[in-house]
C-alpha cells in the first residue's frame, strides 16, 4: 500500500509541477564591456572570433564603415555570439582625441552610442570651425581647455549634451591627459608592431586584414565564424 500510495504522490507531483521556460538566448549585442587596456568590446568577450576595429573619428571611410556594418554586423554575428568586436581609437590629429575621449566618457554600455552618434553626424561637425578665435583656442597649453575648445568649436559638446550628459561631466573627461596618452600610445604601437597604416583597419584574431570596408570584411567575417 504505501508503495503504491508513493508512486500516486510522484506521479501527482510530476502532474502539478510548473514548467519551466525555455533559457533565452542571450543576446550578446546589448552587452558592453571593456579590455583590460580600456578599448570597447560589444559582444561575447568569450567569442570565437574577435573582430578589432581601429578607428579614427575623422576619417570619412570609417563614418561610413560604421553606417554599413552597424546594423548588420551588430544584430547577426555578435548577437549570436560568435562575433565580439573591439574598437581601438586610432589618433590622426588632436579632434580625434577629444572625439575619443568624449566617446569613451562615461560606463563601458554608453560608449557604442556615443560613437554611432559621433560618427554619424560627422559630416556636420567635421569641418572648418566658424570661431574666428578658434586657432588660439586649439593651442591653449591646458589640456583639458584645449580638448573643451576643440568639442565646442566643432559641436562636439552638443552631440554628447544631447546623449544625456551633464556639462560638467564632459569637461571632466575631456581633462583626462593620462587616457589620452595611453590611447597615443596604442595608436603608434598599432602603426609601428601590428602594421596599421590607415583607418579603418581591421584584424580577425589577430591577423591584420588587407581590407577597408564593411563589404570586404563581411565574408571574411563569416568564414571565421564557420
Partial sequence: MRTVLKALTVATLLLVAPQLPAETPRAWDSLASATPAGNPVLGN??????LVEFISYTCGHCAQY?????????SGLVRQGKVAVEVRPFFRNPIDISATL??????????????????????????????PDAKARWANPD????????????????IMLAQGYQAAELDQCLADQSLASNHAEA???AMSE?????T??????????????WDELRPLLEAAAR
Fill in 45 to 50: 568577450q568569450a567569442a570565437p572570433v574577435r
Fill in 66 to 74: 560604421d553606417i554599413d556594418a552597424k546594423a548588420p554586423l551588430r
Fill in 102 to 131: 568624449l566617446a569613451l566618457c562615461g560606463p563601458d554600455q554608453r560608449f557604442f552610442a556615443n560613437h554611432d552618434a559621433i560618427l554619424a553626424a560627422q559630416a556636420e561637425w567635421f569641418k572648418q570651425p566658424s570661431n
Fill in 143 to 158: 589640456f583639458g581647455a584645449q580638448m573643451k575648445a576643440i568639442a565646442e568649436d566643432l559641436g562636439l559638446y552638443r
Fill in 187 to 189: 595608436t603608434e604601437k
Fill in 194 to 198: 601590428t602594421g596599421v597604416t590607415g
Fill in 200 to 213: 579603418p583597419s581591421f584584424l580577425i584574431n589577430g591577423k591584420l586584414q588587407e581590407v577597408h570596408g
